[in-house]
Each structure stands twice: as C-alpha cells, then as structure tokens.
C-alpha cells in the first residue's frame, strides 16, 4: 500500500519524536492514533491530528506527517485516513 510505504520512509524521524521524550519521561509507551488528509491535487498532508500517547510526542508526530508527500489523486480528490496507529515501545 502506497500510503504505508510513504509513511515508512518517514518512520525514523517518527520514531525520534518518541525517543526524545523517553529522555523526560522514561516509562512512556503505547499508541498514537494519527487521522489525516491527504490533498488530491498537491499529495500534501492538507490536515493532521494525532493523539493518544502524550501531547509532547502526538504534536511531533503532527510535524513529522506534515512533511509527507504522496502521490497526486488521479481524480484531484482528496484521501481521508481515518486511523493510522503507531505504536511506540521501549
């Protein structure tokens, strides 16, 4: 799936948004749930919220889908994902 495949390259600095908080808060684990649309006619991320884990990490994670670009809509429509969880453990 092309969305995962895009997400994955992205993943590393994703996963940085977790370790970074580690450093202030060593216990932390568990699942962002990230809800996003993607523009049909730029392939930019038009809109993202993410939440679930802690606010620190979940706005990070925010920044980091906001840097993602995927493919233009052949129809110019946009893509709604609803829920795409990523877990985060020690």
Known sequence: ???????????NEIRACYAT????????????????II???????????ASGLDDTVDRCV????????FPKSDTGGDVTVDAYPITFHR
């Open 39 to 49: 523009s049909g006619t730029t392939g930019g991320v038009s809109t993202v919220s």
């Open 21 to 36: 908080r580690l450093t202030t808060a060593p216990n932390l684990e568990g699942r962002v749930v990230v809800k996003f």
């Open 62 to 69: 925010e920044r980091e889908f906001r840097k993602l670009v």
């Open 1 to 11: 799936m092309i969305i995962r495949r895009i997400v994955h390259r992205q993943m």
